[in-house]
């Protein structure tokens, strides 16, 4: 039987991963698009740019002033600082869920494929990826405090308490290791959609040469001749059947057979 390499038309390796993850998808979605959906449009972003300024830990927002006030073009704000990222993780948190949503459709359709699913699990998790990175800092713009990651993550909230905003501090933090978690669970399936990609003798035989070789078996046995048991046969000839029929009107005849 001929096996060739299917790229496109591909079974899973394992199919229980692929449906009981959906579950901690479903809620882990939830969680990062109503995380994410609180923090827009700027719920602490600038307060922890000012306290990292204050506290030495990272550069401040006064740069921008400073940089109106001399009529000087405007730095490039840390990517952990702009609005950029927040509206990024909106928008990576609501593209989550419709793929989650179409995922769940082309699973029952038998239709989601493992090379559909590779391209959709590199591209989530590069983008859950730069969403880890731009939470996470860094923090060059002022030489005199670099921060290679942001103070809320590598410090205790303990510090965020000295200015009121502890709960907005464990909220980052939380917002961050969920998101950590969603790229792993990413990376996981990833790992599952190319482990079924690799080559492998079982997946590689075609699921037509299999229904044409369950066909051609089944018409070879219906095309096989069917064994009638021989039972001889008296010819049939006029005195025969007067012989029958004498026997009928003659009932007496077997009792002295």
Request: aromatic residues 14%; positive net charge; hydrophobic residues 45%.
């Amino acid at each position: 039987m001929a096996r060739t390499y299917k790229i496109i038309h591909r079974r899973w390796r394992v199919r229980r991963p692929l449906y009981w993850g959906m579950l901690p998808e479903l809620l882990l979605t939830i969680t990062v698009l109503v995380l994410f959906g609180i923090q827009q449009p700027d719920m602490f972003r600038t307060v922890f740019w000012r306290i990292g300024g204050r506290l030495g830990y990272n550069s401040s927002p006064t740069v921008i002033l400073y940089a109106y006030a001399n009529h000087r073009p405007l730095p490039e704000i840390p990517f952990v600082w702009s609005q950029t990222l927040t509206n990024f993780n909106v928008a990576i948190s609501i593209v989550s869920l419709f793929v989650l949503l179409g995922k769940m459709i082309m699973v029952i359709m038998k239709v989601f494929f493992p090379i559909l699913g590779a391209v959709i699990y590199i591209t989530l998790t590069a983008l859950y990826a730069v969403s880890v990175y731009g939470q996470m800092g860094p923090d060059y713009l002022d030489p005199r405090y670099p921060s290679p990651i942001a103070w809320y993550i590598r410090y205790p909230c303990s510090v965020a308490d000295e200015f009121g905003v502890g709960k907005q501090c464990a909220m980052a933090k939380g917002t961050f290791a969920v998101t950590v978690i969603m790229m792993a669970l990413y990376i996981f399936n990833l790992g599952l959609a190319l482990w079924a990609m690799w080559p492998n003798p079982e997946l590689d035989i075609p699921e037509d040469d299999d229904e044409d070789d369950h066909v051609r078996s089944k018409e070879a046995v219906e095309m096989q001749p069917t064994s009638v048991p021989f039972t001889p046969s008296v010819p049939f000839t006029p005195r025969t059947q007067a012989f029958h029929t004498l026997d009928r009107k003659l009932p007496l005849r077997s009792n002295y057979a």
